[in-house]
């Protein structure tokens, strides 16, 4: 008995000197810019971790920021956004630290049309984390 009571303190501090076991989890911040003169609708929303608030309809020249927090070091965050003219983009946003130790974070954005009607989309990186063990980015995803 005495030797759990020793045992257990120890590997709790051997834990919180780790540092990288309670790293906060990487998030992606992303701002949602409807430049279009018409509302726009999320749909097809899917991601690794959780996303706050939820995407929603965006009237004409409005923005929404959300945030995606993801699962440790790891996220990726894809959607949907069109409108009713037949204007469709697709948004990609994902970050990652490389498997190998000490290696640098990798960031992926991507923006593509895929409705009816061609419409203009952008994926556009703000700011980016320097720390490895937190690939936190921003990127605001425009649809013109």
Partial sequence: MKFLKLAIPAA???LASSGAAFAAPTQI???ATNNTTTTVSPSN????GTVAPLPAQLIAGQNQLYINTGLGNLTSF???YSNTTGKKCHYDASSYNQTI????CVYNKAAKSTGTTYASCTATATSASTDPANCSFSVTFGIH
């Avoid at 929303?45 to 690794?48: L, P």
């Fill in 29 to 31: 911040t992303i701002t």
């Fill in 101 to 104: 130790t000490g290696s640098p």
């Fill in 45 to 48: 929303a899917s991601y690794a």
């Fill in 12 to 14: 709790l501090l051997l």
């Fill in 78 to 80: 894809h959607i949907d």
